[in-house]
């Protein structure tokens, strides 16, 4: 805890220290020496890929969490690191890297054994989270951090979940677990998301006429920008209503679409109320689209950790709901046997 507390804005700085590296191995690869040394060159720049980024995942978890990751984790890093170089290589590098059967036996065994063992675990995982306890956000992400490192296990379970919402969740009930009461917040969401998915449309209908008649092509690469910014954005309006926040028998939920979602135990919540005088701009906001009107006063400031930024301690956690005056009656009214 102690290291978290010292240390805050230095994972930030950890996590993005490959990255200026890998840049600057991938210039060297496409200069002369690298061509006339490809060989050489194809096996730096995976030594480079696979070490750094694995150095810098291994630090920051040890900055983080005050103890070193894995042996599962670190071999996912590296894997992760040898995919990502083998992809940055330029087509000579490629063919000469092909040219030595061993190293092509060493990447693939390795970059193999780890899908099979990840893929074995991940199913474990999405099996022994899917007791109740976890949802389907949580189990996906428990999988998919048995194949790739925790940080990006987290950005691709959101994403996989938003494209599953936006292309195959039509007419779906809201997620609500037995025993949750469950308070709405998309009333004010929804004029104002309907507006941007018009404004989406009628932006790819004219970037698609006018740009085609002069450049097909990046007519083509822009409607499919355009495509997949609107399933994203179609994608977000649906989870708005059906990701409730949710008072359940551990506490309260509070959940803004796909965007945020954390238990507040009842035993940690110090007072609630109105939120009077907290903006949407507001560190301690969670509803992050909308001005705030429930605030929860905890007892013990929370930490959150934050993907590439420092982390932050808040002390109220504020959000929208469409009934903020039942919210808080019914909030209350469960806090009273808590109290007792």
């Known amino acids: 805890m102690a290291v978290k507390t010292v240390h805050p804005g230095l994972i930030p700085l950890v996590r993005l220290a490959p990255f200026p590296l890998i840049a600057l191995a991938s ?3 496409r200069t002369p020496w690298a061509a006339a040394h490809a060989g050489l060159a194809a096996l730096l ?15 920051a978890e040890r900055l983080r969490h005050a103890r070193p990751p894995g042996g599962r984790a670190m071999v996912s890093a590296i894997a992760f690191g040898l995919i990502s170089g083998v992809l940055g290589l330029t087509p000579p590098l490629r063919t000469a890297l092909a040219a030595m059967p061993w190293a092509v036996a060493g990447v693939a065994g390795l970059v193999g054994g780890h899908v099979l063992w990840g893929s074995v675990s991940a199913w474990h995982a999405w099996r022994r989270t899917g007791d109740g306890q976890a949802d389907g956000m949580s189990r996906l992400e428990a999988g998919l951090a048995c194949l790739v490192p925790q940080p990006v296990a987290g950005l691709m379970a959101k994403e996989l979940a938003l494209l599953h919402l936006a292309l195959f969740r039509w007419g779906a009930k809201p997620d609500v677990p037995p025993d949750s ?4 917040y998309h009333r004010d969401l929804t004029p104002l998301m309907g507006g941007l998915l018009a404004a989406q449309v009628m932006e790819i209908a004219v970037v698609d006429v006018a740009l085609g008649v ?7 690469a822009l409607f499919a920008v355009g495509d997949i910014g609107f399933i994203y954005l179609l994608g ?3 989870s708005f209503r059906l990701r409730p926040v949710l008072l359940t028998p551990q506490g309260v939920r509070v959940r803004f679409g796909l965007m945020a979602d954390q238990l507040v135990p009842y035993d940690a919540i110090g007072h609630v109320g109105p939120a009077d005088g907290l903006t949407r701009r507001g560190p301690e906001n969670v509803s992050r689209l909308v001005a705030p009107n429930v605030a929860l006063a905890l007892t013990v400031p929370q930490v959150r950790h934050r993907f590439l930024r420092p982390a932050r301690t808040v002390g109220t956690v504020a ?3 469409d009934d903020p005056q039942g919210f808080i009656r019914a909030l209350r009214a469960r806090m009273e046997p808590v109290s007792k």
């Open 27 to 29: 210039l060297v690869i």
């Open 45 to 59: 720049f995976l030594w480079i890929t696979a070490d750094s980024l694995a150095t810098s995942f291994a630090v």
């Open 181 to 184: 009461q469950p308070f709405s």
């Open 214 to 220: 002069h450049h097909r092509t990046a007519a083509l």
């Open 236 to 238: 977000l309006t649906k």
């Open 319 to 321: 959000f929208a709901v």
